[in-house]
Each structure stands twice: as structure tokens, then as C-alpha cells.
């Protein structure tokens, strides 16, 4: 199957400081991906919708200017956290759509975040 | 509002034997289908099954079936012959952005 590819797995940065997140659809293309987090035992909640060569669509109550997304290619969409926070930590899960609106979405393997 | 509920925040369940995980969808887009997600310790999102609106017939997948009742807006999980390394949080979700609360299932062996 497909292949969703999220780096780094953990990071953990002092507070103040911008942390990037990247996922790559490794075998297919993917105009769309989106980017939840999830905190532990909990649901995952998204927060953005990454559309390729526009600006990201995010869900209401999410800051943008503090969660930065980019999708400059077909494969690879970023997420920079930017001055973090503790409560910032959390688990980031990426999912890329393959096939357009109607393929099928697989996840990366999630990126988790602590600030100190 | 769409709305995905999971009533069971934790379930036990005896090695071998099967297990029901529940599941809810209030929505008013039908032209999605329901999807389950496993997510073990380590933090994937494996996909398990799906179920589109429109299909009559309940969706099987080896161990995985699903009960889909759609009057009662249901789409509950059914595993069978539950094994120790199916122990994970498992999540039911609407299209590709819903996400139910999760259950949690232990396997004891």
C-alpha cells in the first residue's frame, strides 16, 4: 500500500524556539494532506487541510500564525510549530489523500512534540 | 454539526474470544462512508475496515467485520478471535476528518 512518511518521530525543543515537522507521500502524489494532533488517549482533532500550491485551510480555533503549513509539492507538506510552548506538546499525525477526493487516506506515523 | 461517538472509552476482552467496539455517526453527509483506524503504543493510524453509506451488505475484512445499522446510525466493530496483539486504541471515523473519542481494547491472555 501507500506510504506516508512523517520526520521526525520525536523532537523535543526548549520553549521559545520554532520546530518543523515534515510528511511525504512516498509513493504517490497528493494534493491534499491534512495535520491533527492528538493528545494521549484522546481523540485525534484536525487541524488544517493542506491543499498543494495554496494556502492551508485551518480548522476553527487553531491559530495560524502559530501552526505554519506548507504543501510547496506533491509530496511533502510541513508543519512549523513556531515559538512553542509546553502546551504545545502533543502528538502531530499527518494523512495524505491519494486519488484524488474520493482515494483513500493513509497516515504518517505521527511526530511527537515535547517542550521544555 | 457532524458528530462521531464511541461510548466505550476502555474494553477488556479474553483471549480467542470476540468483541464489539460501538460506534455512532451523526451526520448529515451521506456521501462519505465510515472508516476503523487501530493505533497501537506507537502512535500509526493502521486502517481496518470501511463501510460506504450506500452499501447494503456489512463490510468483512478477515478478523473485522462491521455491524452496520443504518437506521440506528450505527457502525460497531466486531472482532473476532481476538488475539494479544490486537491490545490498541481503536477509532471510528466519518469520511477522512471525524474522529470518534476512541475505545481502548485490552486482549488478556
Known amino acids: 500500500g501507500a506510504v506516508v512518511s512523517q520526520h521526525p518521530s520525536r523532537v523535543i525543543c526548549k520553549s521559545g524556539t520554532s520546530v518543523k515537522i515534515e510528511c511525504r507521500s512516498l509513493?504517490?502524489?497528493?494534493?491534499?494532506m491534512f495535520w491533527y494532533r492528538q493528545f494521549p488517549k484522546k481523540s485525534l482533532m484536525l487541524m488544517a487541510t493542506?491543499?498543494?500550491?495554496?494556502?492551508?485551510?485551518?480548522e476553527q480555533g487553531v491559530e495560524k500564525d502559530k501552526f505554519l503549513i506548507n504543501h510547496a509539492s506533491l509530496t511533502l507538506s510541513t508543519l512549523t510549530v513556531t515559538s512553542a510552548h509546553p502546551e504545545d506538546s502533543s502528538f502531530y499525525i499527518c494523512?495524505?489523500?491519494?486519488?484524488?477526493?474520493?482515494?483513500?487516506?493513509?497516515f504518517g506515523e505521527g511526530s511527537r512534540l515535547t517542550v521544555l | 454539526a457532524q458528530k462521531i461517538t464511541q461510548t466505550q472509552p476502555g474494553m477488556f476482552v479474553q483471549e480467542k474470544e470476540a468483541v464489539t467496539l460501538d460506534c455512532t455517526y451523526d451526520?448529515?453527509?451521506?456521501?462519505?462512508?465510515l472508516f476503523w483506524y487501530k493505533q497501537p503504543s506507537s502512535g500509526e493510524m493502521i486502517f481496518l475496515i470501511y463501510?460506504?453509506?450506500?452499501?447494503?451488505q456489512n463490510a468483512t475484512e478477515g478478523r473485522y467485520s462491521l455491524n452496520f445499522q443504518k437506521a440506528r446510525k450505527s457502525a460497531n466493530l466486531v472482532i473476532s478471535a481476538s488475539q494479544l496483539g490486537d491490545s490498541a486504541m481503536y477509532f471510528c471515523?466519518?469520511?477522512?476528518?471525524?474522529f470518534g473519542q476512541g475505545t481502548e481494547l485490552s486482549v488478556k491472555p
Open positions: 471515523a466519518w469520511g477522512k476528518l471525524i
Open positions: 451526520t448529515s453527509d451521506q456521501s462519505y462512508g
Open positions: 494523512s495524505a489523500l491519494a486519488g484524488g477526493n474520493t482515494g483513500e487516506l493513509f
Open positions: 509513493d504517490f502524489q497528493a494534493t491534499t
Open positions: 493542506s491543499n498543494e500550491g495554496s494556502k492551508a485551510t485551518y
Open positions: 463501510q460506504g453509506s450506500y452499501d447494503e
